[in-house]
């Protein structure tokens, strides 16, 4: 895993920019080691879906990660089991198969790397380890049936399987056809006259320097290769002090490299208007707020009402079509609990 | 609201021997001021998965009543907002819509005055008053227009209606065609061996005094009016303490009538099998061990082994049919959140 400096990140904005705006894919790609087939999702759904992979039952992947709305919880950090309270702000999970490294520190290389972790986080869902997860999926016969069906073999139930499961249902959550994806593809009446305005000053700030290709979070890298920003790149603004946009290291605290004090991934402009509030620690309530500290910290500029009017326009034109799903059924469990006594 | 007494519950069960087994009805009874249609059921719906409507965001009605499974949480007392936990067990949501009284002390007559309670307690969804909810949910747009759509008027964003809309969601949330439900019909193969023996056991144990209609939670009664039971009735049996049964009391907390002290809505065998633990406080953790209890504290007999074993397969014949259902998505609300700052 490498982080991109911030001097080869402006070599990369510098050679895409005449790529900036590109339609979303409406396929993600898949590890040649976790192919994708209908059984498995449905598999994936119903973990993604069951508060029984946490330690009391009370937390699912989508108490915070809301598939129902904007892949997040919208709230400035996650609430986990017992009412714990983590660090950092739910990234969303809608569209993240177009992301080349998970978490907002890209500690995670992959989808399947990322599933694995917040089951044992004891903010979150604070399994006690991977094996009490397996053991707790084994003893729901539902499970054991499908794991059989889906991966064969005579151990199905692995953490490595769960998350490969979890991992291909959240391939499928893509989020198509935006204003700006239909615009882009020739519809010039998708887009309000704002949001074209607004498409053209991201380019001309540059804010797409970072926020460019598909998913506007940097381009296509190999799976693993974060695409790190420093935030704040200009400091000794009022918002530091103001959102705390220091006091967490980012990238810094997995690689302990001085280099890496706070760098973060550069996250997704996809449907960025539905998973306020922003940044890291969700400091920042509106989005009109968080554009005004990205044009001061990131480009030293104090942008005007209109400008940050034009690109709120533009960013709200990334909201894509959700699509329709069917709500899982969780494999049962009969004439007793796994999570009734704490 | 009438409570039952002891005698009068013993008069009825006489009067129902014979009809003491009945098929689920399919479709529910609705009340005339509040007529289902296909767009309440889905604002219900969507309102019914929205943690929007706690005070923090992370908790739904369907977090404590889980529709993806045997509509409980499978917990002995659920937990709310900031890791709170409650004082009783969930009771399932899944026909529901049956009851003549809702809640374990029956202090609801219909499920519009149900849906109202949790919205505003303290240790569950946490908001502050009906009126913060109402503004809440007036906040975001696509709930507004769905209001108006099945309300009309001029001010359709209401908190009556708020609990109109998910009541009547919930009078869809019916299991149909248990193995019980097909024998019942003609099917002579629908049910086990050990089943069948469970179902004549039940009848001549005296189970049925209480636990019959065919929501196996006492008689038709009006809305309002409750069948309520004491448990344990026989007192002093070795369970009393072990599961700390009588320290709530019950339909006396509502009444304040001696009375009514230890008095319980007799609650529904469908779906028994999935909405472990049992009992008001959930301290039973298997459903064996609760017919055991029941057969103390109710009827004064030490069930044997082979009774126990039959009536746990005949309570696993009535575990319906969940019918599927397409997954709500969540009106947006954008650049902002409802829920970002405790």
């Keep these: 895993m490498f982080a991109r400096s911030l001097i080869t990140s402006s070599l990369f904005a510098l050679s895409l920019t005449t790529q900036a705006f590109e339609a979303l894919p409406t396929t993600p ?21 069951d508060p029984r992979l ?11 990660h ?23 702000s739910a990234p969303t999970v809608w569209n993240s198969a177009f992301l080349s490294t998970q978490f907002w520190d890209g500690r995670a290389a992959t989808l399947e790397d990322q599933a694995k972790g917040p089951i ?14 397996v053991e707790r999926i084994k003893s ?7 794991f059989k069906t889906v991966f064969g073999g005579s151990d199905p139930v692995t953490y490595d399987n769960i998350a490969k499961a979890i991992a291909t249902y959240e391939r499928t959550l893509i989020t198509s056809n935006s204003p700006f994806d239909r615009y882009i593809r020739g519809d010039k009446t998708a887009m309000s006259k704002a949001a074209i305005n607004g498409m053209k000053t991201v380019e001309s700030l540059g804010c797409t320097s970072c926020h460019n290709g598909p998913n506007f979070s940097g381009p296509k890298l190999a799976k693993g290769e974060g ?116």
């Design 29 to 49: 790609e898949v590890p040649a080691d976790n192919p994708m087939t209908a059984e498995k999702i449905e598999l994936g759904k119903q973990l993604f879906f």
């Design 54 to 64: 946490s330690k009391d039952g009370t937390i699912s992947c989508n108490s915070c």
């Design 66 to 88: 809301n598939v129902m709305s904007g892949g997040t919880d919208n709230r400035s950090v996650s609430v986990g089991v017992g009412g714990l309270k983590g660090g950092r």
């Design 120 to 133: 044992l986080a004891g903010v979150e869902m604070a399994m006690p380890s991977p094996e009490a997860a």
């Design 140 to 146: 729901i016969p539902g499970y054991v049936e499908s």
């Design 227 to 342: 695409f790190f920003q420093k935030f704040p790149t200009f400091s000794g603004s009022e918002y530091e002090s103001k959102y705390d946009l220091t006091s967490d290291l980012g990238r810094h605290n997995v690689t302990k490299n001085n280099a890496d004090k706070n760098m973060w991934r550069v996250p997704t402009w996809r449907n960025v208007a539905l998973t306020a509030p922003y940044f890291h620690n969700g400091s920042v309530e509106t989005l009109e707020e968080a554009i005004r500290v990205m044009g001061k910290t990131q480009l030293n500029k104090d942008l005007s009402e209109t400008q940050v009017a034009d690109i709120s326009a533009f960013l709200n034109s990334l909201t894509g079509e959700f699509p329709p799903q069917t709500m899982p059924r969780l494999p049962d469990y009969q004439n007793s609990s796994l999570v009734a006594i704490d």
